[in-house]
Nanobody, 126 residues
């Protein structure tokens, strides 16, 4: 069964760090662009970051720029979102998503992501 599974969420104090993982099963993540999204209670889902197949030129929402880092390890079929200097407003369910990219250098913004994980809760609170 094709699926993405997120892990690494939890409760952290403001200023703390977490690393989210997104592991693909039954498909090869190396052929896909990857995005991280989040949805806070009562708010619409928003894009957080995305990364191309080649791992270059990642994109970040302004709200997380300089604090979050997206990466991928194709050998492990896994993508990551390293989150640092966390703020209460980062509290949300975080989702990873993947979409097939024909070219290694194709951009990752504005795509119709086809596969989604089930989400992992991140709560930033003292």
């Amino acid at each position: 069964q094709v699926q993405l599974v997120e892990s690494g969420g939890g409760l952290v104090q403001p200023g703390g760090s977490l690393r989210l993982s997104c592991t693909a099963s039954e498909f090869t993540l190396a052929y896909y662009a990857i995005g991280w999204f989040r949805q806070a209670p009562g708010k619409e889902r928003e894009g957080v970051s995305c990364i191309r197949r080649d791992g270059n030129s990642p994109n970040y929402a302004d709200s997380v720029k300089g604090r979050f880092t997206i990466s991928r390890d194709n050998a492990k079929n896994t993508a990551y979102l390293q989150m640092s200097s966390l703020k209460p407003e980062d509290t949300a369910v975080y989702y990873c998503a993947a979409v097939f990219a024909a070219s290694r250098g194709s951009g990752c913004l504005g795509l119709n992501y086809a596969y989604w994980g089930q989400g992992t809760q991140v709560t930033v609170s003292s």
